[in-house]
DNA sequence: TGTACATCAGTGAACGCGCGTTCACTGATGTAC
DNA sequence: TGTACATCAGTGAACGCGCGTTCACTGATGTAC
């Protein structure tokens, strides 16, 4: 057995209270928002002293960075596990859906309002590329079907993104739009933008979704 | 004449300093973001002491809400001034990127991650509202041209929010649409989630209007 | 099985800091007669 | 024009607070022989 899946009781208890603190940083985000993050206060509610924490985490920033990285790798398991029976984009977009209404702090700590000076490590970002490829996979659009616009010809020069997939502009463009339209129904409706108004969001995520799969207009 | 017009000077000062006090809070949300925002730290760069803010405003809290009321003010004359030369969504659609990027931070205010607990005061909401208004008109949908949805016929009984605007259910989707598509590629390049890509944030952002307005394979 | 030592989790005291906010005050500006 | 008074902007001291972080320490757990 080689030393990788070895694991010590003191490793496994350092494990455990890591992930206890970031399950109260997640709950003190999602109750006072990300500004009122205290380390000291994760530690009283877990009844230990501050300083104990420092143990587990260097600082209060990369508790931060690692509640982003958690982040980032949830929603791409999400993605795989929605793409495993093979591409298919209504499966992403509802697995998207609720993994966000799942916990809706945890959808903003990705795409919502960003830190000034904050820049997330080059890990977090490579995860960040990750997530692309099941969506290019599921946004494969068979043969050149309809006009190039100047924008396919603009993503055929600027595909660095798509990271060696071999999609067709059509492709590339299908993907970042479903990325887009889906996020923006999405977002609107997690931050509330929609309470009030009277309309039920899901309908309008899956009008979207029915959209982007083949609007009845063809 | 009336007392509406007559501005007395220590009113025009109380306004002047007001407006300071403003233009100090954006630059350091600008500069630090949201948690940073501190009374202390503008007074101190306005060369006052802390607690003569408290002439101009209540609390840190009041200070915020006026804020997110300019920045909700400010959209809807933008979207108001760009409507005046009558209906036309890509002129709506251009306003709208024009004003984010111009300072993103005041879209963030406004679309960006929600604070727990945090409602905004009725009179906010309802310019919120105010903005549906243009929206509405550079939307409308001549005739019934496309079989209505199931989502239409959930809009026909769900339209609160239209506040009495006479628009049929396919204008409403179209509205809904167009404000969910805007907003999702917009809030991704105002956020960063574009840069590194490659790809020109402004093609994606005109290929979604034009597909909005009239996409090639109708 | 027992002893000696190393590792490491957690504590309590302490640091300096900046925060929001209150209070009693000074001094300048405006108003009434 | 001058005097008496009211208004109000801004100050400085003070409040209690919680923050991130360091440090020297205690005591429990694990390791080597």
Same mark, same amino acid.
């Given at each position: 057995?080689?030393?990788?899946?070895?694991?010590?009781?003191?490793?496994?208890?350092?494990?455990?209270?890591?992930?206890?603190?970031?399950?109260?940083?997640?709950?003190?985000?999602?109750?006072?928002?990300?500004?009122?993050?205290?380390?000291?206060?994760?530690?009283?509610?877990?009844?230990?002293?501050?300083?104990?924490?420092?143990?587990?985490?260097?600082?209060?920033?990369?508790?931060?960075?690692?509640?982003?990285?958690?982040?980032?790798?949830?929603?791409?398991?999400?993605?795989?596990?929605?793409?495993?029976?093979?591409?298919? !984009?209504?499966?992403?977009?509802?697995?998207?859906?609720?993994?966000?209404?799942?916990?809706?702090?945890?959808?903003?700590?990705?795409?919502?309002?960003?830190?000034?000076?904050?820049?997330?490590?080059?890990?977090? &970002?490579?995860?960040?590329?990750?997530?692309?490829?099941?969506?290019?996979?599921?946004?494969?659009?068979?043969?050149?079907?309809?006009?190039? &616009?100047?924008?396919?010809?603009?993503?055929?020069?600027?595909?660095?993104?798509?990271?060696?997939?071999?999609?067709?502009?059509?492709? !590339?463009?299908?993907?970042? &739009?479903?990325?887009?339209?889906?996020?923006?129904?999405?977002? !609107?409706?997690?931050?509330?933008?929609?309470?009030?108004?009277?309309?039920?969001?899901?309908?309008?995520?899956?009008?979207?979704?029915?959209?982007?799969?083949?609007?009845?207009?063809?």
């Amino acid at each position: 057995m080689a030393d990788t899946g070895a694991e010590t009781p003191r490793e496994r208890y350092r494990a455990q209270v890591r992930a206890e603190i970031k399950k109260h940083a997640r709950e003190q985000l999602a109750t006072a928002g990300a500004s009122a993050l205290s380390l000291n206060a994760i530690a009283k509610r877990m009844g230990m002293s501050g300083p104990a924490l420092y143990r587990y985490f260097a600082s209060r920033d990369e508790l931060i960075t690692e509640l982003i990285r958690d982040a980032y790798r949830s929603l791409a398991d999400t993605f795989r596990a929605a793409a495993a029976a093979g591409p298919d !984009l209504p499966a992403l977009a509802h697995a998207l859906r609720g993994w966000a209404l799942h916990d809706p702090h945890r959808y903003f700590l990705i795409y919502g309002t960003p830190v000034p000076g904050y820049h997330a490590p080059d890990d977090v &970002t490579s995860i960040a590329r990750e997530i692309m490829a099941p969506l290019l996979d599921a946004c494969a659009v068979p043969p050149p079907d309809t006009p190039a &616009t100047p924008f396919h010809t603009h993503l055929e020069d600027h595909r660095q993104w798509a990271d060696g997939h071999p999609a067709a502009p059509a492709t !590339l463009h299908r993907a970042l &739009t479903a990325w887009t339209r889906l996020h923006g129904a999405l977002s !609107l409706e997690l931050a509330g933008h929609f309470t009030g108004m009277g309309f039920d969001p899901e309908l309008l995520f899956t009008a979207e979704l029915d959209d982007l799969t083949g609007p009845p207009t063809r």
